[in-house]
């Protein structure tokens, strides 16, 4: 990819979307795009085809907008989430306190655009984050913090796409998608239950935790089909495919030892040359390591019914190939030196049904009330639950309204309620952490988190659409 079209696709992203909340929707996905999304709680999208939201949703869509439109959205996201329990090593507890806020609000957005060039041919263009996460736990010594501390994964992509119809009833449309990913991951290492060649053994006072981080990204591709069928003037269905995307990052690698463990020399007593491989082997330097992430595809497949001038109704069902997720490796390329991280996530694919339903009063008809309610299924359970992706099922339940505003410009406003009506146990661990040496394999005993989240989620999302 060229340098140009990297800095254009990046800027784009900077304007449309900033940081989000920790899993808005099921997984590490999110749906916060354009308000009339949020509005609906995101029921009926690939069959509805009135805006250029479209474009992202179900390109083939687009044919039916008339003229060039610009639609973009920015959304404030208040998310809660609170741990409690605590992370067992050999059955004792580890020491710290629990979090009360493993997340901070946020602002994020999103746009879709589309160029008529004909009334049976058009051109698409969208930028959203579909999947990320800002979890971020406090303070330092949090109970869970030998399973994570921080995980921060971010994607952007732009679809370029076009649409045609075929004839009156059914038009096509897809195009390539261009991906970015970048990921952060850290978490602190529990020196206390280290296995040596000598046996168990305490490599650092306790409380003095080193944390082990990655950081890396990298540029993929993908693609996104879709088909619209018009029944009649008041009824149809759109049905939208969305492919994974494979990603492999190159990044790096650092440990940051706290002083009083990098001066710990007399660790040579205990195994010759030890206290060297503590106090260098994993101090705060760069290391080159690399890891995989599969982003699941989806079909997405809705109706819409236009059941009169004033009243609209939609629905949907999604399939998510969720089971593409199983794990996440961070690779050093030296392995004598870094940390090994290896989590097992085992998803399941997933499937998220949802209604939604407008109304447009007689009396006002730049007024446009909507509503909608889905249930997001998790490919979480409670066996796989990781702390650094501690999602669960969730019901949305969505409000709003759009009002034109002049003869080009439309003004929306949407808030969307996530319930998450299970208690979202763990009883699981990252695994034993593994780090090679001059002495041979040092392995860190991680423990297990045994404990519960409480989840919660509010968004409100305000949006402008502009014809031209």
């Known amino acids: 990819m060229s340098t140009r079209m990297r800095t254009l696709l990046l800027s784009a992203a900077c304007l449309t979307t900033a940081p989000r909340l920790a899993h808005a929707n099921a997984g590490f996905a999110l749906n916060d795009g354009l308000a009339d999304w949020t509005a609906n709680a995101y029921a009926g999208e690939a ?9 992202w949703t179900n390109p083939a869509g687009m044919v039916r907008i008339q003229g060039n439109e610009l639609d973009s959205t920015i959304n404030f996201i208040d998310p809660s989430l609170q741990y409690r329990g605590q992370d067992l090593v050999n059955g004792v507890p580890v020491s710290g306190v629990q979090s009360d806020k493993g997340i901070d609000a946020a602002i994020s957005g999103g746009t879709g655009a589309v160029i008529s060039l004909s009334p049976r041919l058009k051109l698409g263009f969208a930028v959203q984050s579909p999947y990320a996460s800002r979890l971020s736990f406090t303070p330092a010594n ?231 309610l889905t249930y997001d299924q998790s490919p979480i359970d409670d066996a796989n639950r990781q702390a650094s992706i501690p999602d669960g099922d969730r019901i949305e339940l969505g409000v709003g309204a759009t009002y034109q505003a002049t003869k080009n410009i439309t003004l929306a406003i949407a808030y969307t309620h996530y319930f998450f009506p299970n208690q979202n146990n763990i009883n699981n661990s990252i695994g034993n952490i593994t780090t090679g040496s001059p002495l041979g394999q040092v392995t860190l005993n991680q423990g297990t988190m045994v404990g519960h989240y409480n989840i919660s989620n509010d968004a409100l999302a305000v949006g402008v659409k502009q014809t031209f």
Do not use: C
């Open 142 to 372: 949090y109970t869970g913090r030998y399973q994570a501390t921080v995980s921060i994964p971010t994607n952007i992509q732009g679809l370029f796409s076009a649409a045609y119809a075929i004839n009156s009833h059914l038009s096509i449309g897809g195009g390539p998608i261009v991906s970015y990913f970048k990921d952060r991951q850290s978490h602190a290492l529990n020196l206390q239950n280290a296995t040596t060649a000598l046996g168990t053994v305490s490599l650092g006072p306790a409380g003095a935790d080193p944390v082990a981080q990655f950081r890396g990204d990298d540029w993929s591709v993908g693609y996104d089909v879709g088909m619209l069928y018009q029944f009649t003037d008041d009824f149809r269905i759109g049905v939208n495919y969305h492919s994974a995307i494979y990603h492999k990052l190159s990044g790096y690698q650092d440990v940051y030892v706290p002083s009083v463990i990098a001066s710990m020399n007399p660790l040579d007593a205990i195994i010759p040359g030890l206290g060297n491989i503590v106090a260098n082997s994993l101090k705060s330097q760069t290391y080159d390591a690399t890891t995989k992430v599969t982003l699941p595809g989806w079909v997405d497949t809705s109706a819409y019914w236009q059941i009169s001038p004033e009243w609209a109704v939609m629905a949907n069902v999604t399939w998510t190939n969720w089971s593409l997720f199983q794990n996440s490796r961070v690779q050093p390329n030296d392995p004598t030196i870094p940390v090994t991280t290896n989590i097992q996530y085992n998803f399941h694919d997933t499937v998220t049904a949802g209604v939604g339903a407008n109304y447009r009063p007689h009396w006002q008809p730049k007024l446009m009330l909507q509503g909608g």
């Open 47 to 55: 069959a509805k085809a009135y805006d250029a939201g479209t474009a």
